[in-house]
DNA sequence: GCTTGCATGTAAGCCGTTACATGATTTT
DNA sequence: AAAATCATGTAACGGCTTACATGCAAGC
């Protein structure tokens, strides 16, 4: 049901990893600006291997630290992963900063810029490391067949671009009609 | 924390309705698509009842059924509200569809095709819904000031049309890759 | 006679978040 | 001397979902 578990397998489809890595790589990778909590990370882990998705491939222990658990991907993992790709998907949930919009006109027109103005800011500097992102994956590889991951990848964030730039236009548009006074 | 209560507020900020009646609202304003269930809405009532943020403003019994009770916003209420229109919000939740598309390079090309000839055309409802919808607005008045709730609504459905529009793009040229086996 | 609509609510269980715990090494 | 890094995990709490419960009226 929770997506979390398949988001794990996302990251293991393409490489083994321990949790620890696969915290690291959540960001960056699956979703920029999502952060998996430990206690979501662990048992959801346990669970996997438990339901033989997943398979502990290393165990080892660095003098001090507490041993670094290596998992890979089992057979039945993948079918798992691509059954689910092929499902409807679900409604999303609400969309705080919507809900804000929502309530703008309880608030002075002067005081909605100015919040406005900081998401703007925000969406552009994502906007940027998307770019920079896109960038560096198509310096690697010529050509991408469909079946090959960076296609995958590079699909994801040319999404987050185009909801970026509307994002973007968006808040230009309204912080002008603001200024204006009507839309 | 969680945005149920603001949903709620945001709805009783326009009008006094009763719990049911939110229900009904939810959906075709606040957000489209997401269905509140009984077991978040009426506790969240009594709760923002009990907190002074909403005041039962009738409770009229009709012959056999449970007395619908009506609330409105109280002053604190709309302070409330103000107030978190105007913090930063926090990361959203991966997005399942988004995820999705990471693990697209273990589907078959057509397969994959399929799913996303499916999307565009649920994309596609969505934006013939909201373009009505806006048009609907734009007849009701001439001009929206900034303090005006239709000013809100027209905002947030314009956000809408902007990310469908982009999410059809981006199924378009994803399907046209698919088919070219390359990107 | 069956389903849908109106209108409120509760119970059980899973999911997710914040905070805590351990403990040596490296960086500031 | 303090904080961050590596690396695993648990406890407590609150949020959310699914399902259930009531009960009459109107439409198919």
Redesign the pocket.
């Known amino acids: 049901?929770?997506?979390?578990?398949y988001a794990l397998l996302s990251l293991l489809a393409r490489e083994p990893l321990?949790?620890?890595?696969?915290?690291?790589q959540m960001n960056g990778r699956v979703s920029f600006f999502y952060?998996?909590?430990?206690?979501?990370?662990?048992?959801?882990?346990?669970?996997l291997e438990a339901e033989g998705l997943v398979r502990l491939e290393s165990h080892e222990r660095?003098?001090?630290?507490?041993?670094?658990?290596?998992y890979s991907i089992t057979d039945k993992g993948v079918e798992f992963l691509k059954d689910w790709v092929l499902e409807a998907d679900?409604p999303r949930?609400?969309d705080d900063f919507m809900l804000k919009q929502y309530n703008s006109w309880l608030v002075e027109p002067e005081a909605m810029i100015g919040v406005l103005r900081a998401k703007r800011t925000e969406h552009e500097e994502r906007l940027r490391i998307y770019r920079a992102k896109i960038a560096g994956f198509r310096e690697q590889q010529a050509v991408f067949p469909g079946r090959d991951p960076l296609f995958s990848s590079i699909a994801v964030i040319e999404m987050g671009i185009r909801n970026e730039e509307s994002y973007i236009e968006w808040c230009d548009r309204v912080i002008e009609a603001l200024g204006r006074d009507e839309i």
């Open positions: 049901m929770s997506s979390i578990k321990s949790g620890y890595d696969m915290k690291q952060k998996i909590n430990n206690n979501q990370l662990y048992p959801t882990l346990a669970k660095e003098s001090y630290r507490p041993a670094r658990k290596v679900e949930a609400l």
